[in-house]
């Protein structure tokens, strides 16, 4: 007899755990996102295996107080949270805005500003609670009337947001536009696929009732580009903006720094644990990481470069740790011709050697790429047969797209870091015996995501697990590396600033830290 507030579906995952029909990590996730509390999930987990499971949090201990945090990172644009592109970005924003929830390094979801979630039988309808006791920086009362805002805004095609696709199959509809695109096909947009979609039931209540059913709507409420904002401020973020986190930022200089100074009154979700935190830029030179790390100029690298491995391994006051994940560098092609062709496509992805390219490009640290959207890391990862390169195939299948003498394209890439550009120099290599000829175009990396859309291809690093039908070339590093020495710091500020220290946001990324 399940309890009452029992998701229907949850005594049907307490049996596949019995019977071990599903594992750990599947239970804990699927547990969560139907409403159980993560505590209650792990003791279940705990009973069922005979041992005490202890959660991550529950893992670290007190923290201790006081203190700056300088890291080395890419000082972006921030003033437009919802369109953010780069982790980067929300890694300086989440210290002073917040989510709805928040994922963990354990792959699971909890709450954040909604303080419980309810999801219907049917999956299709999901009640959000909101916390009572979260105010704005200027003393106004976090409503419900904030949450439909902002994710009405993100919803909205005239925005931009990367979490319309995310969140597309569930609250949106596609319409005509009644406009035509350059092959003379109807042009389509999105809207909510109902008026009340995105629905206030109360001041401390929000529905979502989606066209679908989706288990992962708390997962999505923590797409990085999806921070709530003031409406007052019209989705734009600067200094001394208003927020509900722990922070304030108080210095903003792209391509230089940005500084997040605690704020005197107490933050809901606790702490902050830090005075200040600092985010320099120190641009695209390995180098001069690497100096300020060991000259302690700096307390950790939000992200390290495989050519600064044996560098980083030399410094005395650090120390280095390795994880697999699921970050994934990729090469985007845009929807033009040829790419518009799905035979070119696949012709690029049989002209190349996914390991061959991990072996030069990130000295074999990690695993070769599959051409698919799930990891190891993930639950719904399963082993398929490795892909093989077929250079004979890419040319047959070229020569049926109507190109039998080869294309030529270009790629767009950046200068930094620098395993991008070996793992794209490789790619351009392997893609000539097929006839693919391909001219590499290197940006500097604050141009790099201004270029035109129109481009043939681009190659990226995505921090999180791309959504779109397009093939997957080259490889998944193992060593997207956190370099940290936090000698002087005085511990993490708080949920948030925990998660710009270990480079997190709905990611799953492949991190080795380095740390002293």
Same mark, same amino acid.
Not at 72 to 97: F, G
Not at 367 to 391: F, I, M, N, T
Not at 442 to 466: G, K, L
């Given at each position: 007899?399940?309890?009452?507030?029992?998701h229907?579906?949850?005594?049907?995952?307490?049996?596949?755990?019995v019977?071990?029909q599903?594992?750990?990590?599947?239970?804990l996730?699927y547990?969560?996102?139907?409403?159980?509390?993560?505590?209650?999930?792990?003791a279940?987990?705990?009973?069922?295996?005979?041992?005490?499971?202890?959660?991550?949090?529950?893992?670290?201990?007190?923290?201790?107080?006081?203190?700056?945090?300088?890291?080395?990172?890419?000082?972006?644009?921030?003033?437009?949270?919802?369109?953010?592109?780069?982790?980067?970005?929300?890694?300086s924003?989440?210290? &002073? /805005? @917040?989510?709805? +929830?928040?994922?963990? *390094?354990?792959n699971?979801?909890?709450?954040s =500003?909604v #303080?419980?979630? %309810?999801?219907?039988?049917?999956?299709?309808?999901?009640t959000?609670?909101?916390?009572?006791?979260?105010?704005?920086h200027?003393?106004?009362?976090?409503?419900?009337?904030d949450?439909?805002?902002?994710?009405?805004? &993100? /919803? @909205?095609?005239? +925005?931009?947001?990367? *979490?319309?696709?995310?969140?597309?199959?569930? =609250?949106? #509809?596609?319409? %005509?536009?009644?406009?035509?695109?350059d092959?003379?096909?109807?042009?389509?947009s999105?809207?909510?696929?109902?008026?009340?979609?995105?629905?206030?039931?109360?001041?401390?209540?929000?529905?979502?009732?989606?066209?679908?059913?989706?288990?992962?709507?708390?997962?999505?409420l923590?797409?990085?580009?999806?921070?709530? =904002?003031?409406?007052?401020?019209n989705?734009?973020?600067?200094?001394?903006?208003?927020?509900?986190g722990?922070?304030?930022?108080?210095?903003?200089?792209?391509?230089?720094?940005?500084?997040?100074?605690?704020?005197k009154?107490?933050?809901?979700?606790g702490?902050?644990?830090?005075?200040?935190?600092?985010?320099?830029?120190?641009?695209?030179?390995?180098?001069?990481?690497?100096?300020?790390?060991?000259s302690?100029?700096?307390?950790?690298?939000?992200?390290?470069?495989?050519?600064?491995?044996e560098?980083?391994?030399?410094?005395?006051?650090?120390?280095m740790?390795?994880?697999a994940?699921?970050?994934?560098?990729?090469?985007?092609?845009?929807?033009?011709?040829?790419?518009d062709?799905?035979?070119?496509?696949?012709?690029?992805?049989?002209?190349?050697?996914s390991?061959?390219?991990?072996?030069?490009a990130h000295?074999?640290?990690?695993?070769?790429?599959?051409?698919?959207?799930?990891?190891?890391?993930?639950?719904?990862?399963?082993?398929?047969?490795?892909?093989?390169?077929?250079?004979?195939?890419?040319?047959?299948?070229?020569?049926e797209?109507?190109?039998?003498?080869?294309?030529?394209v270009?790629?767009?890439?950046?200068?930094?870091?620098a395993?991008?550009?070996?793992?794209?120099?490789?790619?351009?290599?392997?893609w000539?015996?097929?006839?693919?000829?391909?001219?590499?175009?290197?940006?500097?990396?604050?141009?790099?995501?201004?270029?035109?859309?129109?481009?043939?291809?681009?190659?990226?690093?995505?921090?999180?697990?791309?959504?779109?039908?397009?093939?997957?070339?080259?490889?998944?590093?193992?060593?997207r590396?956190?370099?940290?020495?936090?000698?002087?710091?005085?511990?993490?500020?708080?949920?948030?600033?925990t998660?710009?220290?270990?480079?997190?946001?709905?990611?799953?990324?492949?991190?080795?830290?380095?740390?002293?």
């Amino acid at each position: 007899m399940r309890a009452t507030d029992e998701h229907p579906l949850l005594p049907t995952l307490k049996r596949q755990l019995v019977e071990r029909q599903i594992e750990r990590r599947e239970f804990l996730r699927y547990a969560t996102l139907l409403g159980m509390a993560a505590p209650a999930a792990y003791a279940f987990v705990g009973k069922v295996a005979g041992e005490r499971l202890i959660a991550p949090a529950e893992a670290q201990g007190a923290l201790p107080r006081g203190g700056t945090l300088r890291l080395a990172m890419r000082c972006q644009d921030i003033k437009s949270p919802h369109t953010y592109s780069w982790v980067e970005s929300s890694n300086s924003a989440r210290q &002073v /805005l @917040d989510y709805l +929830t928040v994922t963990g *390094v354990d792959n699971i979801t909890r709450p954040s =500003l909604v #303080e419980k979630w %309810e999801p219907s039988p049917d999956l299709k309808t999901w009640t959000l609670r909101l916390r009572r006791n979260v105010k704005w920086h200027n003393g106004r009362q976090f409503t419900a009337d904030d949450v439909v805002w902002n994710l009405k805004r &993100v /919803l @909205d095609p005239k +925005t931009g947001s990367s *979490v319309l696709g995310l969140m597309k199959g569930f =609250l949106l #509809e596609d319409v %005509e536009t009644g406009e035509k695109d350059d092959k003379g096909n109807p042009k389509k947009s999105s809207r909510l696929w109902d008026a009340n979609a995105v629905q206030k039931v109360d001041d401390f209540t929000v529905r979502l009732n989606g066209k679908s059913a989706q288990l992962a709507v708390p997962e999505q409420l923590f797409h990085y580009p999806l921070l709530i =904002l003031d409406p007052a401020e019209n989705g734009e973020f600067k200094v001394g903006s208003n927020g509900t986190g722990a922070f304030t930022l108080t210095a903003n200089e792209v391509g230089r720094k940005q500084v997040l100074k605690a704020r005197k009154e107490g933050y809901w979700g606790g702490g902050p644990y830090l005075d200040q935190i600092e985010f320099i830029d120190l641009g695209d030179d390995p180098a001069a990481a690497v100096s300020a790390l060991a000259s302690k100029q700096v307390d950790g690298l939000y992200g390290a470069d495989i050519v600064q491995l044996e560098a980083l391994q030399k410094i005395p006051h650090v120390q280095m740790y390795q994880v697999a994940t699921a970050y994934t560098a990729t090469a985007r092609m845009q929807p033009v011709k040829p790419f518009d062709d799905k035979r070119v496509r696949q012709a690029m992805r049989y002209a190349i050697d996914s390991n061959a390219v991990l072996q030069i490009a990130h000295r074999g640290l990690g695993q070769p790429g599959e051409h698919h959207h799930v990891s190891s890391v993930h639950p719904e990862y399963a082993k398929l047969p490795p892909p093989q390169r077929d250079v004979a195939r890419a040319k047959k299948l070229l020569a049926e797209a109507g190109y039998p003498n080869g294309i030529d394209v270009e790629i767009i890439c950046r200068p930094q870091p620098a395993w991008e550009l070996l793992a794209v120099q490789t790619m351009v290599e392997q893609w000539k015996e097929a006839g693919i000829r391909v001219k590499i175009n290197v940006m500097p990396s604050t141009q790099y995501w201004e270029s035109s859309t129109a481009c043939s291809a681009r190659r990226r690093a995505p921090s999180t697990s791309p959504r779109d039908a397009r093939p997957w070339l080259g490889s998944r590093p193992s060593c997207r590396m956190t370099a940290r020495s936090c000698s002087r710091c005085g511990g993490r500020s708080s949920p948030s600033t925990t998660s710009a220290c270990k480079a997190s946001g709905p990611t799953r990324r492949s991190t080795s830290s380095v740390t002293s």
